[in-house]
């Protein structure tokens, strides 16, 4: 398969790391975290992954990894499959972007896709629930081999039930690191709703300024309405709303909420049984299909949406 994105962030969905909070209880040292890696790559054998070498060592001189993604001011992309959505390496003060033509999104992250991904300083010092999900989620990613389109959503679904049900096991179903995965989930499904209405208002809009219907003046004010409106109902979800709310990041963060309430009615329809549902997305089909296009990303992904449905 080609994907458009090298070294794509997999990972936890950006609003979650945008709004911060503290998880005691934690273990704290090197061994301790390095030991429950161990164990949370044994419970995933028994929900039925394959064994992955992510993690399995560690590099404290790797303190993070910082990404960049931008596009036009004046369109919205689809996803992280679509070029629209450029990516880069750097920081806001190693970058010189014109932020009048582009808008730009900066992400600093613990963890990055590929096989062998190590433990990094940052990850380590992680709050619990974080760690936990983490690990999860990019060991799912060896799973499959779909377009991040997909492989996104699921990673999430699986993650988070996967990290509250080890959680519940391990320290209890009382205990902070499991209520934080719990509502971060529930929070999560919310906001994908947010995204999909307002994403889909924002293309309509731009489809106007592109068709000549709108000047750039208005267009301009219309989508910083929007954006100002949909920051609110983030706001409302969360307590906080993020500080980069553009294009970019909007359409970042599609990649992952598409296709979540989806998944996770499979997950639903199945009683919230983890490892049939794992059997379900490991066979969805489209597997290792080429793709060199926006177009073919999305027949992959009607052909995966057809599978699932059939599977709720």
């Known amino acids: 398969m080609i994907k458009i ?11 979650a790391a ?9 273990p704290v040292t090197e061994e301790q975290r ?34 960049l993604f931008y596009t036009s001011s004046m369109q919205l992309p689809y996803s992280l499959d679509d070029p629209a959505l450029i990516s880069a390496l750097g920081t806001r003060d190693s970058v010189s972007l014109d932020y009048q033509k582009y808008d730009a999104y900066f992400y600093s992250i613990p963890s990055i ?9 940052s990850l380590m010092q992680a709050p619990l629930h974080r760690f936990i999900h983490i690990v999860f989620h990019e060991d ?25 049900l080890f959680a519940r096991d391990k320290y209890g179903q009382g205990s902070p690191v499991y209520r934080t995965l719990k509502q971060k989930l529930s929070n999560k499904l ?15 809009l731009y489809a106007q300024y592109h068709g000549g ?12 309405q929007l954006l100002e409106a ?12 993020p500080d980069q709310l553009n294009n970019a990041f909007i359409a970042f963060q599609m990649t992952y909420y598409r296709h979540m309430p989806l998944m996770h009615e499979v997950l639903k329809a199945n009683d919230f049984d983890l490892p049939e549902t794992i059997r379900i997305f490991l066979s969805m089909p489209e597997q290792g299909t080429d793709f060199n296009s926006l177009e073919q990303v999305q027949g992959i992904e009607a052909s995966v949406v057809d599978y699932l449905s059939r599977n709720m």
């Open 5 to 15: 994105l090298p070294l794509l962030i997999i990972l936890t969905i950006v609003s």
């Open 18 to 26: 945008a709004f911060s909070s503290c998880q005691p209880g934690a």
């Open 34 to 67: 390095l030991e429950l890696i161990e164990e949370i790559k044994a419970f995933e054998k028994e929900l039925g992954f394959l064994e992955t070498e992510n993690f399995r060592t560690y590099s404290p001189e790797i303190g993070a990894y910082d990404y």
């Open 113 to 121: 896709a590929g096989k062998g991904t190590p433990v990094t300083a």
């Open 140 to 164: 799912w990613q060896e799973q499959i081999d779909l377009p991040y389109g997909l492989e996104e959503p699921s990673a999430e679904i699986i993650s988070y039930t996967a990290a509250m």
């Open 190 to 204: 919310r906001e994908s709703e947010v995204y999909r209405e307002y994403y889909d208002k924002l293309t309509a």
């Open 213 to 224: 219907k709108l000047s750039e003046l208005d267009t301009l004010i219309m989508k910083a």
């Open 230 to 241: 949909m920051g609110s109902e983030l706001h409302d979800i969360w307590g906080g709303k």
